[in-house]
Nanobody
Framework: QVQLVESGGGLVQAGGSLRLSCATSRSIHVINNMGWYRQTPGKQRELVAVIVSGGSTNYAESVKGRFTISRDNTKNTVYLQMNSLQPEDTAVYYC???????????????WGQGTQVTVSS
């Protein structure tokens, strides 16, 4: 099996920045998409940003121009640079990867444990 190990969450004032990182715990045959989702109590988990293997990206409208997703394929790591953070960005952020562990596997979704991001006003 594989784990997605997240880091970088924390408490920041409005207008500040944080950088989230997520790495796989072992080598992987193929990683297709990697992305970040977030969830607040009582709400569904929502997409924040995703990056596919070719490098194309997609962002939620609410974070466009403020957040940047990137990946390092040599390290099986995805990053989320979050600038101009606002209190409404407060949530638990989850890393997601659609990957194939071995050549004979079909792509499957894996999730990180979540990291808390709190933005104070």
């Amino acid at each position: 099996q594989v784990q997605l190990v997240e880091s970088g969450g924390g408490l920041v004032q409005a207008g500040g920045s944080l950088r989230l990182s997520c790495a796989t715990s072992r080598s992987i045959h193929v990683i297709n998409n990697m992305g970040w989702y977030r969830q607040t109590p009582g709400k569904q988990r929502e997409l924040v940003a995703v990056i596919v293997s070719g490098g194309s990206t997609n962002y939620a409208e609410s974070v466009k121009g403020r957040f940047t997703i990137s990946r390092d394929n040599t390290k099986n790591t995805v990053y989320l640079q979050m600038n101009s953070l606002q209190p409404e960005d407060t949530a638990v952020y989850y890393c997601n990867a659609k990957l194939r562990l071995y050549p004979w596997n079909s792509p499957a979704d894996y999730w990180g444990q979540g990291t808390q991001v709190t933005v104070s006003s």
